[in-house]
T-cell receptor
């Protein structure tokens, strides 16, 4: 069964304290892995798509990496405005549907 | 203006009532989706539509129906609402490859 597991469920960081969020997945063939940011009262906002193991993408303080079993979202020197829930989703080969993880709630303290 | 607009943003109603949630998009995407989000369960797919004549059930379609009125409009109906349908509902659109995905800001639905 295709599955996505995110950890930790919640994370509190001091401003400037770098860390990583994990997304582990099992899928019959990976078409793509997606990272989203979701703010309270808003829909998920697209951050990155990764397609193959070894691929990396960066945007400001965020860097996403992918292996054959998991993806990491690295946050370097986070700021309070990075506080949000980060969602991971996978798209399996032969389908256009997404399987979402339950997210990591990140709180960055000033 | 938002690329994906959902109405209403909030709705409180009673058990047994019929409810319609509406979604419109300006992305020009053919593919549209309805998800529900519950704490601890993540986003789950209710229905999806690849074009006006193509509608498919997702993983949790029981108790729901949809209508694709036009390329830009996709509505979700609860024929007889029940309390366990209380959730946050999201509409989304995507390109043909399912990679350029845009979500609306959601409808918070409470059924008493």
């Amino acid at each position: 069964e295709d599955q996505v597991t995110q950890s930790p469920e919640a994370l509190r960081l001091q401003e400037g304290e770098s860390s990583s969020l994990n997304c582990s997945y099992t899928v019959s063939g990976l078409r793509g892995l997606f990272w989203y940011r979701q703010d309270p009262g808003k829909g998920p906002e697209f951050l990155f798509t990764l397609y193959s193991a070894g691929e990396e993408k960066e945007k400001e303080r965020l860097k996403a990496t992918l292996t054959k079993k998991e993806s990491f979202l690295h946050i370097t020197a986070p700021k309070p405005e990075d506080s949000a829930t980060y969602l991971c989703a996978v798209q399996a080969s032969g389908t256009y549907k997404y399987i979402f993880g339950t997210g990591t709630r990140l709180k960055v303290l000033a | 203006d938002a690329d994906v607009t959902q109405t209403p943003r909030n709705r409180i109603t009673k058990t047994g009532k019929r409810i319609m949630l509406e979604c419109s998009q300006t992305k020009g995407h053919d593919r549209m989706y309805w998800y529900r989000q519950d704490p601890g369960l993540g986003l789950r797919l209710i229905y999806y539509s690849f074009d006006v004549k193509d509608i498919n059930k997702g993983e949790i379609s029981d108790g729901y129906s949809v209508s694709r009125q036009a390329q830009a409009k996709f509505s979700l109906s609860l024929e007889s609402a029940i309390p366990n349908q209380t959730a946050l509902y999201f509409c989304a659109t995507s390109d043909l490859q399912g990679r350029d995905v845009h979500f609306g800001d959601g409808t918070r639905l409470s059924i008493l």
